[in-house]
């Protein structure tokens, strides 16, 4: 890296903060906080990120990586502090707890290609971060009206933890998740289908929705599952 930087006026990588096979928890920021100072320091002069618009389970990734690029001396300590005070509120406290622990699961992980499938295979990441969302819900059940943003904003998380892990077990099932090395099943995949219908055409309706106008897009539509269109996929095999 060095060695082009040194040849090159401009030199720029490409990288993935968000994707668009995988929106389940996937918090990285410790990552990027090493990533871009290594960087510029060895002559890179711009980046170019992927991040889908999966907020709800990736979102602090693209809040970091848009400070660092703007100002990549700043305290990412102090941007993640401000991130979880401001827009979690009464609930920092359980969120922050949540993001540290994803980034804590990642941390952990043998190193390779596909971390964020890899881990999502594994039943306590998501048993664990559920426990973890759950106590955010709780801290706002009650809030007055005044604090329904936050009360909203939890939900926007649930409703996208819900919709990854959803969207990566039919995956597993379908013998298209990466790196998880499962076979496909059509009868277990078009069972879950049936069985968490309601659910994913309740999210696809509330967050998809070009004309809604409060919730924002958790994943473009064109990525969320169709159920009609996969069942009918599955039903012949």
């Known amino acids: 890296m060095k060695g082009w930087g040194s040849l090159s006026g401009q030199l720029g990588y490409y990288d993935y903060y968000g994707h668009w096979y995988y929106f389940g928890p996937w918090a990285i920021t410790q990552k990027i906080r090493e990533d871009?100072?290594?960087?510029r320091e060895a002559g890179g002069t711009f980046v170019m990120y992927e991040a889908q618009p999966n907020f709800s389970m990736q979102g602090l990734n693209h809040y970091i990586a848009g400070r660092l690029t703007w100002d990549l001396d700043a305290d990412v300590d102090l941007l993640r502090e401000e991130f979880f005070r401001k827009y979690y509120g009464p609930a920092a406290d359980a969120m922050r707890a949540f993001w540290q622990t994803e980034e804590r699961f990642y941390a952990l992980?043998?190193?390779?290609?596909?971390?964020?499938?890899?881990?999502?295979?594994q039943p306590e990441f998501w048993q664990t971060l559920d426990a973890l969302l759950k106590t955010a819900e709780a801290a706002v059940a009650n809030l007055p009206a005044e604090g329904q943003r936050f009360k909203?904003?939890?939900q926007f998380h649930r409703d996208g933890f819900d919709y990854g892990k959803m969207h990566f077990d039919y995956q597993q099932l379908n013998g298209v998740a990466r790196r998880t090395n499962t076979p496909e099943d059509h009868a277990a995949a078009l069972k879950y289908l049936l069985d968490h219908r309601a659910r994913i055409e309740e999210l696809e309706q509330k967050h998809a929705?070009?004309?809604?106008?409060?919730?924002?897009s958790m994943v473009r539509p064109l990525f969320f599952l169709n159920v009609e269109?996969?069942?009918k996929a599955h039903q012949p095999k």
């Open 152 to 154: 909203d904003r939890i």
């Open 109 to 121: 992980q043998r190193p390779g290609i596909q971390t964020e499938t890899r881990l999502a295979a």
């Open 209 to 216: 929705d070009a004309d809604n106008a409060y919730w924002p």
């Open 229 to 231: 269109d996969e069942m």
């Open 36 to 39: 871009l100072p290594a960087f």
